[in-house]
């Protein structure tokens, strides 16, 4: 899995983004701040570690800012309707792993091609989300919600806590479980796995309900951190959570990937974006930067599998 | 042909039903309201459908023509000169497919990943260039391109039509043409055939830009006015009808006349929407639903036609 280099290229970015931000951010390496960047990420690390499984499969799920847009929606309608939050947050992750087992479902059993077919579950996902608000805020969710979200487990912020949770449970069923090497022995050598005896179907439909479910989980530290729902809060954020594997050096075409990576992916994307925000370049200019920081992660890695390749064999 | 005839009928349909259930639908106005809204959502899916008949893919079209439209308008406004203002918008949505196209040939990018970046790079610097700002109305010469009408027909019908027809005779009569279905049917054999592949791409992307960049100036017509967002809302109803149409996703089958038929599809659904007054909040879920039906048909034409072959 990590043969060849043992620190992903975007560790080195990172180290980059650091060093500038602190000379020239004015408050930009501070504590608070740098915690700032931490929880802002939690919820991108949330959907970029499943999306790590799903681009190390050669595909991709286009609908997880919508299906988290439409979790927090059910969630915050429960919880305003008096609902408890248990109750409330079983019912989003439930909207989010019906989704992500449809994804799942169309992709891997019907062999639809995923960039399109999650896009059009994005549009119902969406669709949903609006008319169960007509567009409108949720507002009025209790205290229940924003007190756990406000909490500080040993002195950390919930949802570091949150996400630090999820990055160690991925982690384990990677490394330390037999469906964690079936995930990774799926991008490149399904035939083997086939021939082995595997459910491969089952597995890999779910990688795709994994990711609705995160979406849907999602939603608890999204809708928390808003004190409300909204039907278009994630919208693009699975664009950020792409960016983040890419960057985290997951290649689509190789099937390769590893989620410290990812997770370097998501604190670059968090540093570049926090930093940019303190040297008060607008918030349209950052989702550009990413667009560009994508296309150049992509390039530098297409040039790399050039280099690689031997001599001769150009495509 | 036989596929865009079962479309054609699939369209006479929906709309003897919608004639028979709404009384506003059979009016004169009404139908001329859906091809004008349906040669809009052409315009931008007809370079769309070039670029997935090489089974490539641009889902940059929406945003670009976002873009390319606040361009157009802003200089439109500066100078006071439309002419200047429609080579702006136009100019720079062809630049965005020039760099599509680069990005595909000579990065190597897989096209749905390269185009899916330039969404949000787009996006983002819309939304910076407006800065939250609304330009709006522009004089009533431009605006009859968007909302004008000629002989009694819409003007954007008649942009419709002249692009349709070059579209067709490109496409189905000349060498470029034949060799965009090459390509998207089988990429090696066209390279090994002497098929200049990067060459045609960079076009094809190009197309697809400039396309856009039209489409901007037609929608801008029409809106009279531009908004950061002005192009969200336009990149699922144009892949939508594209495949509706009959082009498929894996390259080398398809026509522009069917993605004509599939907008018309679209419009017809929605307009049947508005009519019986279903709330639009539903449009983006029941256009999703339309994708990956359309996808899944896709999907099993062509497995029923490798088991045959």
Same mark, same amino acid.
């Given at each position: 899995?990590? *043969?060849?280099?043992?620190i ?21 390496a501070? @504590? ?18 499943? &999306? ?11 609908? &997880? ?76 969710? #209790? ?10 487990p040993?002195?950390?912020?919930? *949802?570091?806590v ?11 069923? &990677? ?8 995930? *990774?022995?799926? #991008? ?8 082995a ?33 909204h ?26 990937g ?13 540093? @570049? ?27 530098i ?12 064999s150009?495509? | ?9 699939a ?19 009404? %139908? ?11 315009l %931008?899916?007809?370079g ?19 873009? =390319? ?29 020039? !760099? ?92 090994? =055939?002497? %098929? ?28 009279? =006015? ?7 809302a ?20 398809? =026509? ?29 879920? !029941? ?7 359309? !996808?899944?048909?896709?999907? !099993? ?9």
């Open positions: 899995m990590d *043969s060849g280099r043992s992903p290229g975007a560790a080195y970015l990172l180290v980059i983004l650091l060093v500038v931000f602190s000379i020239f951010g004015e408050g930009f501070t @504590l608070p701040n740098i915690l700032n960047i931490g929880v802002q990420g939690s919820v991108l690390l949330l959907l970029a570690l499943p &999306m790590t499984l799903i681009i190390m499969t050669e595909g991709l799920d286009l609908s &997880m800012g919508a299906v988290l847009s439409l979790a927090g929606v059910v969630l915050a309608t429960l919880l305003m309707n008096g609902h408890g939050l248990a109750v409330a947050l079983a019912a989003a992750a439930g909207v989010g792993l019906a989704f992500g087992v449809a994804n799942g479902v169309l992709v891997v059993l019907l062999e639809l091609p995923p960039f399109v077919v999650t896009l059009g579950t994005l549009g119902i996902a969406q669709g949903l989300a609006l008319v169960l608000t007509g567009g409108q805020s949720v507002v009025g969710i #209790g205290d229940a919600l924003p007190a756990l979200y406000e909490s500080r040993f002195g950390v912020p919930f *949802s570091i949150s996400a630090a949770g999820a990055f160690l449970v991925f982690g384990f069923v &990677m490394k330390r479980t037999r469906l964690g090497s079936y995930v *990774s022995a799926l #991008g490149g050598n399904r035939e083997a796995l086939v021939l005896g595997v459910h491969v179907n089952l597995v890999h439909v779910a990688i795709y309900a994994v990711g609705g479910l995160m979406s849907g989980l999602a939603a608890l530290l999204l809708t928390g951190r808003m004190s409300a729902g039907p278009t809060a994630a919208i693009g954020l699975e664009f950020d959570a792409i960016a983040a594997v890419i960057v985290g050096g997951t290649s689509f075409e190789r099937g390769n590893t989620l410290v990576g990812t997770l370097i992916g998501v604190l670059t994307i968090g540093v @570049l974006k926090n930093g940019l925000n303190v040297m008060s370049v607008s918030s349209s200019l950052q989702v550009a930067s990413i667009g560009v920081l994508v296309i150049a992660a992509l390039v890695d297409s040039a790399l599998t050039a280099l690689r390749r031997p001599a001769g150009t495509a | 042909m036989k596929t865009v005839a079962y479309r054609l009928l369209v006479a349909l929906i709309a003897t039903g919608l004639s028979l259930t709404t009384e506003a639908f059979f009016t004169l106005p009404n %139908i001329l309201n859906i091809l004008r809204q349906a040669s809009l959502t052409f %931008i899916a007809s769309l459908t070039l670029t997935i008949l090489t089974a490539g893919l641009d889902l940059s079209v929406g945003a670009n023509v976002g873009l =390319s439209a606040c361009l157009a308008a802003t200089v439109m406004k500066s100078s006071g000169s439309i002419a200047l203002g429609a080579a702006t918008g136009l100019a720079f949505g062809a630049l965005v497919g020039i !760099v599509n196209g680069m990005m595909v040939t000579a990065l190597k990018l897989p096209p749905f990943i390269a185009t899916y970046g330039m969404l949000w790079t787009l996006t983002g610097v819309t939304y910076w260039f407006m800065g939250g700002d609304t330009i709006h109305g522009f004089s009533p010469g431009f605006r009859a391109l968007g909302s004008g009408y000629w002989l009694g027909v819409p003007v954007p019908i008649y942009v419709m039509a002249a692009f349709l027809a070059a579209g067709g005779i490109f496409t189905r009569y000349t060498t470029f043409g034949h060799e965009v279905y090459a390509i998207g049917a089988n990429r090696e054999a066209a390279r090994l =055939s002497g %098929i200049p592949v990067r060459a045609r791409l960079n076009l094809v992307y190009t197309l697809s830009g400039a396309m856009a960049g039209l489409a901007a100036i037609v929608y801008l017509a029409r809106l009279n =006015s531009a908004e950061a967002d002005i192009g969200e336009l990149t699922l109803p144009a892949i939508a009808a594209v495949l509706i149409g009959g082009t498929s996703l894996f390259g080398g089958v398809g =026509s522009l006349m069917g993605t004509l038929v599939g907008a018309l599809t679209l419009t017809l659904v929605v307009n049947g929407m508005n009519l019986r007054a279903i709330d639009a909040n539903w449009q983006p879920l !029941v256009t999703g639903a339309i994708v990956i039906l359309a !996808v899944w048909i896709d999907v !099993v034409t062509r497995q029923r036609a490798e088991a045959t072959v």
